[in-house]
């Protein structure tokens, strides 16, 4: 019977895509050459020494795999170091533009700073003053456009009422004569 429990293995990047340390495939070329070093000292030892025991032939076939490993190890190894390149490449972008803004900020910032000491309220220590006229501002802007609003109103009121006292005075006149 079989079991149903079972969840199915999640396919995530690492799952699909392993990743290996950054350093090994210069750890294995390494290990590659340290052999075949010890491999080429070996086979250079003088023949006195070697007599007593034969030098170990090394096929062609296993040679030529350890080319093929190493011409491998070594496509690898560049394979990693040109998204290094460009990731470093996108890095030093990405950094001058944030030095850009930086500075942009910073220029903004001292301006602001010049300008609020150039009021002349803080040398003169009116910095409460300032504080409650900054809140009052609105309310003061909203009063003066209503009393604009009623002196426009009174204005065109106060035509009607001369209009009229002319017109009524002319009608007097009339009226006498």
Do not use: C, W
Request: charged share 25%; hydrophobic share 40%.
């Amino acid at each position: 019977m079989p079991n149903h429990n079972l969840k199915p293995v999640a396919f995530t990047m690492s799952t699909l895509f392993p990743l290996s340390p950054p350093n090994a495939a210069s750890e294995k070329l390494a290990s590659i050459f340290a052999d075949f070093r010890t491999t080429l000292e070996t086979l250079s030892q003088p023949a006195a020494q070697s007599t007593a025991t034969p030098p170990p032939a090394v096929p062609t076939v296993e040679i030529e795999r350890l080319q093929g490993i190493i011409t491998n190890l070594k496509e690898e190894l560049g394979t990693q170091v040109y998204p290094l390149v460009q990731y470093q490449h996108a890095d030093f972008e990405l950094l001058a533009r944030s030095q850009k803004q930086s500075m942009a900020h910073m220029t903004e910032t001292q301006a602001m700073f010049d300008k609020f000491a150039e009021d002349h309220r803080i040398t003169t220590g009116e910095i409460g003053e300032m504080s409650i006229e900054l809140m009052s501002a609105p309310l003061k802007d909203e009063e003066r456009e209503r009393l604009d609003i009623l002196r426009k109103e009174l204005d065109l009121e106060r035509q009607r009422f001369t209009d009229a006292a002319i017109k009524f005075g002319k009608e007097k006149a009339a009226l006498e004569v």
